[in-house]
Every structure is written in C-alpha cells, then in structure tokens.
Nanobody, 115 residues
Framework: QVQLVESGGGLVQPGGSLRLSCVAS????????MSWYRQAPGKERELVAS????????NYADSVKGRFTISRDNAKNTVYLQMNSLKPDDTAVYYC????????WGQGTQVTVSS
C-alpha cells in the first residue's frame, strides 16, 4: 500500500539546522510532484516547498526562501527538506505530500525551534 514516512524532526535551537526525509513506497515515486507542508498549532496547513518529478523545478514559500532547500533522490524514493537558520516561527508538524492525480500524505514529523 501507499506509504510516506517522514523522519528527522526534533528540537533545535534558533539558528540551528535540521534535515527532514520522506521515504515513499507503494507508488511510482519518480512521476509524482513532491511537497513539504507544515501546520503550526491553531494555524492552517501551509505549503513550504515543492519539487517537480525530475527535480528540475522547485518552489518555496516566501517565509523560507534562502533558508530551506527541497531535493529528491528518485533512486531512493526519498524527498528531503534541508532547513537552516531555523526560527521559532518554523515550529510545526511537517508533512510530505505526493501529488499527481491523487494526493498522498505522510503522518508528519514534529519540528520545534526553541531555546
């Protein structure tokens, strides 16, 4: 069955870095657009970054441009989110999503930025 499993979240101090991973299975990963979303307490889920199926096109929310980098390895069925210069406002549950004709979501990983 389809699975998206995120990992790499945790507690980090402001200014620190984390690398999230999302491993996919059960579908043809290489033809899907992949995205990272996040949802903070009391807020709506928002798009953080997306990457085209071949990895040639990326898009970022204004709030993370220059700090976050999305990438993918189609041979490993994995999408990554490198997060640098983290701020307390980045605290949220981070989800990966696969999109083509159907959306698939992972279960999320918690990122907490706090001193």
């Amino acid at each position: 069955q389809v699975q998206l499993v995120e990992s790499g979240g945790g507690l980090v101090q402001p200014g620190g870095s984390l690398r999230l991973s999302c491993v996919a299975s059960g579908f043809t990963f290489s033809i899907y657009t992949m995205s990272w979303y996040r949802q903070a307490p009391g807020k709506e889920r928002e798009l953080v970054a997306s990457i085209s199926n071949a990895g040639s096109v990326t898009n970022y929310a204004d709030s993370v441009k220059g700090r976050f980098t999305i990438s993918r390895d189609n041979a490993k069925n994995t999408v990554y989110l490198q997060m640098n210069s983290l701020k307390p406002d980045d605290t949220a549950v981070y989800y990966c999503k696969a999109r083509r004709f159907t959306d698939y979501w992972g279960q999320g990983t918690q990122v907490t930025v706090s001193s």
